[in-house]
Nanobody
Framework: QVQLVESGGGLVQPGGSLRLSCVAS????????MRWYRQAPGKERELVAS????????VFADSVKGRFSISRDNARNTVALQMNSLKPEDTAMYYC?????????WGQGTQVTVSS
């Protein structure tokens, strides 16, 4: 059974950092594209970062380039999103996502709030 469980969200001041983690079960993260999305109140869900392939090729939204990084820990079957220089506009619910056997899977989300 495919399952994604996010953690690591919280309240942080502008300029601060957070590290989100997505623990996967039921499949091997290194064999599938893994993505982080976010959704702010009243806005559409947007793709923030993705990692794919054996070399871990990553792609980022323009709004987070240079501030966020994505990585995999194959031994722990997890994907992490390191978020630095956080801004109030990064406030959102963050979701881990993958496509497995033609079906989209989502975690329950973890809330990130950037505020002074």
């Amino acid at each position: 059974q495919v399952q994604l469980v996010e953690s690591g969200g919280g309240l942080v001041q502008p300029g601060g950092s957070l590290r989100l983690s997505c623990v996967a079960s039921g499949f091997t993260v290194s064999n599938y594209a893994m993505r982080w999305y976010r959704q702010a109140p009243g806005k559409e869900r947007e793709l923030v970062a993705s990692i794919v392939g054996s070399f871990g090729f990553s792609v980022f939204a323009d709004s987070v380039k240079g501030r966020f990084s994505i990585s995999r820990d194959n031994a722990r079957n997890t994907v992490a999103l390191q978020m630095n220089s956080l801004k109030p506009e990064d406030t959102a619910m963050y979701y881990c996502n993958t496509m497995y056997s033609g079906r989209n899977y989502w975690g329950q989300g973890t809330q990130v709030t950037v505020s002074s």
